[in-house]
């Protein structure tokens, strides 16, 4: 009796285990895992339904995944067991992050969770490969020299890689080294001294040595890096590699040779099956095919035997391939990256031009006109170096400066890697008359987050001139639709500090002076001029908007002249046949008195130097 009691019991504790162990809900996916890319959007996929209808396919704010570090962004479930997240600027360089799904996935629901802790990491510091080829020594066109670029994931500095360098020759190490690269960079070009020419080919290795690191914070070299290659003789151009793309709505394929091609026979011996427009280029040992491929997936080039190279080699055998071209990266750009004012009484209209983006995301925001000034303090830095471009987004977050006013989705028809303008109207947020300040537009894509601009601007019809003297500040307020003076605008001039230095209105001649202002501006430095009519307003941010002077001769005289000073000017810089000129002229004494009764002779030149 004892015995099957304890038999029992064994398995009633069996059976209470195994209870613990199961669960409701658990994750059935994170993706990706590991290593990630910089930009990336995250899927989670759950063993049950949680998001309820009303919680689908809207971005939302909760933090449904914990980061660590935190990386901002927004969540999405586009069904009721999958939720994505995207980020609304590129993950850090070589990080290492962890994600736990929180129980806010669960929408108050009574059930039991098993999230368990994910780990991903953007990429480490590493070696991509090494480029051998033929080139010139350095100032020496008559000598030839090997050149390796060094092909790295993140910029390096050129003069902490020398340190970390080791090449060998047919199996001997080789002294000579010299770094061409001046500049950190992703590509070190590295020449090996002159090298003796032999109908053999020679094998050259490069090694990297463990410990060298980027220019950005992160994990070095953890080992050597070792890369090997055979250079024919100089007799023999080949083909070491082909890469290809798209370049806005044309695509590109590079080919990277052994020793420079010769440009003027690329036509003659390269040919590529279907494009249309082709260009040619050369840089160092690649050579470039540009043309129209009609947003095909793949092209065929054909390179005959016999391409010459410019020091002598030739293509000894036909060489063929068919290559992929790689989509354009996604993307969604304003057209006018530089415009800050858009015509109350016009169109109200903005261009975007978008690629490779199936729906786009507008979300249109007001900032209030007591927050101008913060918000714009918040948003006067870009992204680190190592992302910032001439094309990169900027991203603004309004937060609480201001308010959302409506969004909306616009879905594309365009096709694969075809540029498609999308226009963006402003009507229904200019008719919202509550408040005033200047909007903020934002365009993402629906899907990923990441792929995002955004634009600030004011919408007004007050044109502003501002200039700022020593001792008065004068501001003259036009209508830009017709070119009128406005009376009765209501002057601001807003500190540093978001405290009004003074405030007036425009006179009958949309001017408004404010003398006496040295006093004021030794305790507060203006930053920006606010001009308000009724709904209407405008701004001018004088950190922006200053006239640089420094190109210009604003010293003066130092000394007087013991004679006359004339200064001519006319009434405009450019004329058009038949047009009449007017040309004035101020002539001073030595005092810098007006003259008056002085005869004066007048001689006007034509643009050719003849007496007009």
């Known amino acids: 009796m004892k015995r099957a009691l304890i038999i029992v019991a064994a398995a009633l504790v069996a059976y209470v285990v195994g209870c613990g162990t199961s669960y409701d809900v658990a994750v059935e996916r994170f993706s990706p895992e590991g290593e990630v890319r910089n930009l990336q959007t995250f899927t989670v996929e759950f063993t049950e339904d949680l998001a309820p209808p009303d919680k689908q396919n809207e971005w939302l704010d909760e933090e449904f995944i914990e980061f660590d570090p935190p990386i901002q962004g927004r969540f999405k479930w586009t069904s009721p067991r999958t939720l994505i997240f995207s980020p609304d600027q590129p993950l850090d360089p070589m990080r290492a992050y962890t994600a736990a799904v929180t129980d806010a996935v669960l929408f108050g629901k009574d059930l039991s969770a098993d999230f368990e802790t994910v780990e991903f990491h953007t990429p480490y510091f590493d070696v991509v490969g090494v480029d051998f080829f033929w080139a010139n020594v350095p100032n020496e066109y008559y000598k030839l020299t090997v050149q390796g670029n060094i092909r790295f994931n993140y910029p390096v500095d050129p003069d902490k890689l020398k340190g970390a360098l080791e090449v060998r020759k047919d199996g001997e190490e080789w002294k000579t080294i010299d770094i061409v690269s001046d500049k950190p960079s992703k590509v070190i070009a590295v020449n090996f001294g002159e090298i003796k020419q032999t109908k053999r080919r020679q094998k050259f290795e490069v090694r990297v040595a463990e410990g060298?690191?980027?220019?950005?914070?992160?994990k070095p070299l953890e080992e050597t890096r070792r890369f090997e290659s055979d250079l024919p003789p100089i007799t023999e151009l080949a083909i070491t590699g082909v890469a290809s793309g798209y370049d806005g709505d044309r695509g590109w394929?590079?080919?990277?040779?052994?020793q420079p091609a010769d440009e003027k026979k690329l036509r003659e011996y390269?040919?590529?099956?279907g494009a249309r427009n082709v260009r040619f280029s050369v840089s160092a040992n690649l050579f470039r095919v540009e043309a129209d491929f009609g947003?095909?997936?793949?092209?065929?080039?054909?390179?005959?035997?016999?391409?010459?190279?410019?020091?002598?080699?030739?293509?000894?055998?036909?060489?063929?391939?068919?290559?992929?071209?790689?989509?354009?990266?996604p993307s969604i750009r304003f057209a006018d990256k530089k415009g800050k004012y858009l015509m109350y009484g016009g169109e109200r209209n903005l261009a975007l031009n978008v690629v490779n983006v199936e729906a786009v995301d507008i979300e249109v925001h007001r900032v209030?006109?007591?927050?101008?000034?913060?918000?714009?303090?918040?948003?006067?830095?870009?992204y680190s170096d190592y992302?910032?471009?001439?094309?990169?987004?900027?991203?603004?977050?309004?937060?609480?400066?201001?308010?959302?006013?409506?969004?909306?989705?616009?879905?594309?028809?365009g096709g694969r890697n075809w540029l498609e303008k999308v226009g963006v109207n402003l009507d229904k947020a200019i008719k919202n008359k509550e408040y005033t300040g200047i909007y903020v537009v934002k365009a993402m894509s629906s899907e990923d987050r990441w792929i995002n601009d955004s634009k600030m601007l004011a919408a007004s019809d007050l044109g502003v001139i501002a200039k700022l003297g020593t001792d008065e500040l004068s501001v003259f307020v036009n209508s830009i639709k017709s070119a009128t003076p406005v009376s009765g605008a209501v002057v601001s001039l807003i500190s540093e500090t978001n405290q009004t230095i003074f405030e007036g209105a425009t006179d009958q001649d949309g001017m408004a002076r404010f003398d006496g202002v040295a006093e004021k501006l030794d305790r507060f430095r203006p930053r920006l001029v606010v001009v308000?009519?009724?709904?209407?307003?405008?701004?001018?941010?004088?950190?922006?908007?200053?006239?640089?002077?420094?190109?210009?001769?604003v010293g003066g005289r130092y000394e007087y002249a013991h004679d006359y000073n004339a200064f001519i000017y006319g009434d405009r810089n450019l004329y058009r046949p038949g047009e009449t000129a007017i040309v004035t002229a101020i002539v001073r004494d030595e005092y810098l008195q007006p003259t008056a009764g002085e005869p004066l002779n007048v001689k006007v030149l034509t643009p050719t130097g003849a007496t007009f």
Do not use: C, M
């Open 212 to 218: 060298l690191g980027s220019t950005i914070e992160g």
């Open 532 to 553: 308000e009519k009724g709904n209407d307003f405008n701004y001018i941010d004088l950190r922006e908007t200053e006239i640089e002077t420094s190109r210009f001769d």
């Open 270 to 273: 390269v040919d590529v099956e």
């Open 368 to 382: 209030y006109r007591n927050n101008i000034l913060h918000f714009l303090n918040s948003h006067s830095y870009y």
């Open 295 to 329: 947003g095909r997936d793949e092209a065929k080039i054909l390179i005959k035997k016999g391409l010459p190279g410019l020091y002598g080699g030739k293509l000894e055998d036909e060489f063929e391939q068919t290559v992929s071209l790689v989509d354009i990266a």
């Open 387 to 413: 992302y910032a471009s001439s094309s990169q987004s900027r991203s603004y977050y309004v937060g609480n400066y201001g308010k959302e006013l409506y969004k909306e989705t616009k879905r594309l028809s």
């Open 253 to 258: 394929i590079e080919v990277s040779t052994t």
